[in-house]
């Protein structure tokens, strides 16, 4: 339980870091919060051969709005971002999932980019950027290239992001009001990465759904995005009827993973019990 | 593998230190090992118990998912730092009358973690001290015991002016 040994340097610019990951990226980790990536070198499963510590890059600690979207940077720790007013009000979605990330102590130094570069999949946060459409900004020595969160997550902690690149901003379009959101998650307890979690959000119009987008996590290699399925709510009045049959429809064409703390057949019916509600809470809460 | 030592001034409990030290020392070894402060404990290593909670300048971090080098420059209070046996803090007070404790594995942990919480919110119900502790894991108590010592630390910590030590 103790990590192989590695060389450590603690940058005092960006640009110093960008040319650190450029020299010896292949071999080396940048480390922010380090809930998730220490955990991994304690156990071994990680043995970076330099760790570049970028808590001294404090502009990147920031949250704010920029035009329509809530751009949010590299060092932004997770307890800054749920508590605050300007996430809720901007993307609530993003706020209310955070009641079910982890513990105090761990979000008093986990970052948000932090949690999507290490792409658990049973992670909340990855299924709320698929859902509200992210943008992911990854920068390195040579330039900046945005991403979709759409294209971000590739499988099991694979992401996008190139051995010399950071991922130094998320950009997450701004809530409308004609849009709901819903989350529902089960966990052995709060806080537990999910045996299964939903999350989605409608945009209803004239009392029809006028775009849908619905995510799950803890099912699969990866959060998921159910294009399929939001194509059949496209359309539709919102009803409980209309959301049970998407929920079996996700329920059958998942194709679950199985672990020790949710075989198959469970997660299927998570699916089944959760899709609908979060789909209700999301039609409930568009603006009357 | 290079191993390349650094140097590394950290102040702790109130007291500047300076050591050499391999960077894949975790600041949970370096507080027991290195300056023989074993009020810290070491449960799981991978940040889930709790047992290794610290106060890294100003808010509890997990000290077995850091290390000490990250440490450099920082404020770190561990749990000795809150009293001593001659003046209990209200928090360590209130675990001893309320039986906030069984084996006392969790008990650091638990008070660095009640600290924090007391100090962001004075009153708190107990929905909210369960909500502060679910992070600490304790196998002794059941829980209900250590948030009665909780709101009795509150309690008298609202009725006293705490002098800081």
């Known amino acids: 339980m103790k990590p192989a040994p590695f060389d450590y340097v603690r940058p005092d610019t960006l640009d110093e870091a960008l040319r650190l990951l450029a020299e010896q990226g292949d071999d080396a980790k940048l480390i922010a919060g380090g809930q998730s990536l220490v955990p991994m070198m304690n156990f071994r499963m990680a043995q970076p051969a330099l760790l570049i510590d970028i808590n001294g890059l404090k502009s990147l600690d920031y949250h704010r709005r920029d035009g329509d979207v809530l751009a949010i940077g590299a060092l932004a720790r997770h307890a800054t971002l749920s508590a605050s007013a300007l996430v809720r009000s901007l993307c609530p979605l993003v706020s209310e999932a955070y009641r079910h990330v982890a513990h105090g102590t761990v979000r008093n130094r986990g970052t948000l980019c932090g949690n999507l570069c290490h792409a658990d999949p049973a992670s909340e946060m990855p299924a709320v950027m698929l859902v509200l459409g992210a943008t992911l900004v990854l920068r390195s020595a040579k330039g900046e290239r945005r991403v979709a969160a759409s294209d971000f997550f590739l499988g099991l902690y694979a992401t996008a992001v190139a051995s010399d690149e950071m991922l130094i901003e998320v950009r997450i379009p701004v809530s409308v009001t004609s849009c709901g959101h819903g989350f529902e998650e089960v966990s052995a307890r709060q806080g537990d990465y999910a045996m299964t979690l939903v999350a989605s959000s409608l945009d209803v119009r004239g009392g029809r759904i006028h775009a849908a987008a619905l995510a799950y996590a803890g099912v699969s290699d990866r959060a998921l995005r159910m294009a399929a399925l939001e194509s059949r709510l496209v359309g539709q009045m919102p009803s409980q009827a209309l959301f049970e049959e998407v929920a079996a429809a996700a329920a059958d064409s998942i194709d679950v993973s199985e672990d020790q703390h949710a075989d198959r057949a469970y997660r299927r019916d998570l699916i089944r019990t959760l899709t609908p509600r979060a789909l209700a809470q999301a039609a409930a809460r568009v603006a009357a | ?165």
């Open chain 2, 1 to 165: 593998m290079s191993t390349k030592l650094i140097d590394i001034a950290v102040t702790v409990n109130g007291k500047s230190v300076e050591r050499r030290v391999p960077p894949r020392m975790l600041l949970s070894d370096f507080l027991r090992h290195e300056l023989h402060l074993t009020g810290t404990h070491v449960g799981c290593e991978h940040g889930v118990c709790g047992t290794c909670n610290v106060e890294v300048d100003g808010k509890t971090a997990r000290s077995c998912l850091m290390f000490a080098v990250q440490a450099e420059g920082a404020t770190v209070n561990t749990v000795e730092s809150l009293g001593t046996i001659a003046k209990l803090h209200p928090l360590q007070q209130a675990f001893w009358e309320k039986h906030g404790l069984q084996c006392g594995f969790c008990t650091p942990g638990m008070l660095m973690t009640a600290k924090e919480l007391l100090a962001a919110n004075p009153n708190p119900t107990r929905e909210e001290v369960a909500e502060a502790i679910s992070g600490n894991l304790c196998r002794c108590t059941g829980y209900q015991t250590i948030i009665d010592a909780v709101m009795s630390a509150a309690e008298a910590m609202r009725n006293t002016e705490v002098t800081p030590s």
